[in-house]
């Protein structure tokens, strides 16, 4: 992974000239460029020592960026300063990234009951 975001360090991202213009994947820093990307909001990665070597492989939970898809888009300063595009959906106030909330879910409690000649009985489970 090191390697991959030390891209940025050797290649620089071309800009717009126009300074408010979202920045965009231009095919240079293509790994560094997809994990850094704003529509990412999940990340996986995986190691493995072989003969003195390390391999790390991550996947995010977007698909490649292509040329001219947008990396960013320039904005004031973090959210809530700035705007949160979709897929995001929220601000973290305490790091000020946006990001995109997990579903909420609610647990409904059942009633079990057993019925028999000599006594019934209902539990919540």
């Not at 929220?90 to 059942?110: A, H, I, W, Y």
Request: with cysteine.
């Amino acid at each position: 992974m090191d390697l991959w975001l030390s891209e940025i360090n050797n290649t620089s991202i071309v800009l717009h000239k126009h300074p408010e213009a979202p920045v965009r994947c231009n095919g240079t820093n293509r790994n560094y460029c997809n994990l850094v990307r704003y529509d990412v909001s999940r990340i996986g990665c995986a190691e493995k020592q072989c003969n003195g070597k390390t391999s790390t492989f991550c996947l995010v939970n977007m698909p490649p960026l292509e040329n001219d898809d947008v990396l960013y888009y320039w904005g004031k300063g973090a959210c809530p300063r700035g705007s949160c595009r979709p897929p995001t959906e929220g601000c973290n106030p305490g790091t000020g990234l946006c990001f995109k909330p997990l579903p909420t879910t609610t647990t409904k409690k059942s009633v079990e009951c057993h019925f028999s000649f000599l006594f019934s009985s209902c539990v919540e489970v």
